[in-house]
């Protein structure tokens, strides 16, 4: 019993992370209408941010939190203007390519750059862990999900009080209608595209001390976050936190209760993909 | 579109014909790998252009080629070459099945991003299950039991003949209405009496066919099979690239795109060993961005 109630609460804590970037992905995708597959690079671009700024200066990942915010922003809308906007309205097909070529660009650079090696950052209070009764909490984990869940907490005010978000949310439900009330779409786009990419790079600060910097660590994060956006369903922010949750329990399920879990860990999402496919495509049937 | 110009597929196919009898000295043995390259991957490139003519991204052929490549390497001590190149075929056709059968009534990016988990699921799984050899890695028995070294070489030359007839079947034929009708609007399509999603299920199995085969081909040159080289990623990215770098839904295109991408992969190989998949990256990007049509885009503009 208490062996359950410590695996569900590790997936408890992980799940904020994923719904971290899993909210930025549906974010490009319900409000810019782009299937990004490069969401998971913004993610690494943090981690690597996180790593180099630790080692070469000592800072502490606290600190490059913001850094790497403002950092993925400023790649996001990079992006955004030099690759997503001239395609906007191209065939979906095209769209997807972009990304896609995008995020294989950006990996191997970084491969090139940095090599295949996992790289850690480890500040003094990695390994700290809390006791709570007969469970243990790692202080990075608790940490990164209690902040995760301010972040997202936040992203929720901020699109239901302001403007901008008001905004945002109008151009995500009809791509005419904002136009004739005086919203500049392009701009919204702009700015949904760069709050994404910094969701992600904020949350690859955090894995850069969870898990590990490397060329590949964006990559599966992305495949994770398609999973969660699946059972959300597609665009639709509210269910995210849910979903993000159902699979990082999951996930903490097999690793704690299949033996030989560990390395099956990485198949996990594409379950949960494939069921949420398979009940959305029987419901349509 | 009867008795089109077959000309420059003439023109492309000879001198894969001619290399093996060619006098090229020490040359020889390298120019044939290379060449056996080529081949293997153009018909990989013409077997995702057959998905990707039905609107379908197809991110999963590195899968479809790693299922082809097993399947055929673990079967081919027991039942022969030629058979175990068919049921390695026809494994790589189930997962096409499977992964068609949930996601093609689907919105077409459910399918492209179930594509993409689907071959990193079969690389953790080929890692983990205990007949597929995990991380060690597969030893393949040569073709025809290598008494005839040259039979990968034709096998791949085979591969593309088939991929490149397919290719020009569904070209030619109602078909190629069939998916162009399908990749433009799904709705309209089915509105005149196309079977959409069978046309899709369809399509990938063909191509699904044609990767696994290209993948037992594989397997039997290099003589080893490991996941991570199997279900590489980069080979679902090889066989999307070639195509829209040389000419989107032709048969041509993948065939020019081919021999140039993949020539200069060889040659870019022999200085970087990782992250040559940037030079696909960029030329994806760039492709897309600027040159929508590919090449052979180019020349038919400049010839009409």
Known sequence: MELLLQTILNGLLMSGVYALVATGLALSLGVVGIVNFAHGEFLMVGAFLSYLLFAFRGTDPLLSLGLAFLAAFGVGALTYQGLIRPALKAPELNQMLLTFGLSILLQNLALLLFGADTRVVAPPYQATTLSLGPFFLGAVPLGAFLLSLAILLGLQVFLTRSRLGLAMRAVSQNRLAPGLLGIEAERVYLLAFGLAAALAGVAGVMLSVMLYASPTVGFIFTLKSFAIVALAGLGNLKGVVPAAFVLALAEALVSTYLPGGGGLVEAVFFLVLFLALVVRAWRLA | ?304
């Open chain 2, 1 to 304: 579109m009867r008795g089109a110009n077959h000309l420059p597929l003439i023109l492309l196919f000879l001198p894969f014909a001619l290399l093996p009898s060619l006098p090229l000295g020490g040359w020889g043995a390298f120019l044939l790998d290379v060449g056996f390259f080529v081949l293997l991957f153009t018909a990989l490139a013409l077997s995702w252009d057959l998905v990707a003519r039905t609107g379908q991204l197809s991110l999963a052929h590195g899968a479809f080629f790693g299922l082809g490549a097993y399947g055929a390497g673990l079967l081919a001590p027991q039942v022969g070459t030629l058979p175990a190149l068919l049921l390695g075929a026809a494994v790589a056709g189930a997962g096409a099945l499977i992964l068609g059968s949930v996601t093609l009534r689907l919105h077409g990016l459910y399918f492209a991003i179930a594509s993409l988990a689907f071959s990193e699921v079969l690389r953790t799984l080929a890692l983990k299950l205990p007949f597929t050899g995990g991380p060690i890695g597969l030893p393949v028995p040569p073709p025809f039991g290598g008494t005839w070294p040259l039979a990968a070489y034709y096998l791949s030359f085979s591969v593309l003949l088939l991929a490149t007839a397919l290719s020009l079947w569904a070209e030619k034929s109602p078909f190629r209405l069939a998916q162009a009708a399908t990749r433009q609007s799904e709705a309209v399509a089915r509105v005149l009496g196309v079977r959409v999603i069978r046309v899709k299920l369809w399509s990938l199995l063909l191509g699904s066919w044609v990767a696994g085969l290209a993948g037992g081909v594989y397997g039997m040159k290099t003589l080893f099979l490991s996941p991570y080289d199997a279900f590489s990623l980069g080979r679902a990215v090889e066989a999307l690239v070639i195509p829209i770098f040389g000419g989107l839904y032709t048969t041509l295109g993948p065939l020019v795109g081919g021999v140039v991408l993949v020539s200069l992969e060889q040659a870019l190989r022999l200085w970087i060993k990782e992250g040559y998949l940037v030079v696909y990256g960029a030329i994806l990007i760039l492709v897309i961005l600027f040159l929508p049509r590919g090449l052979v885009g180019i020349l038919g503009r400049r010839r009409g």
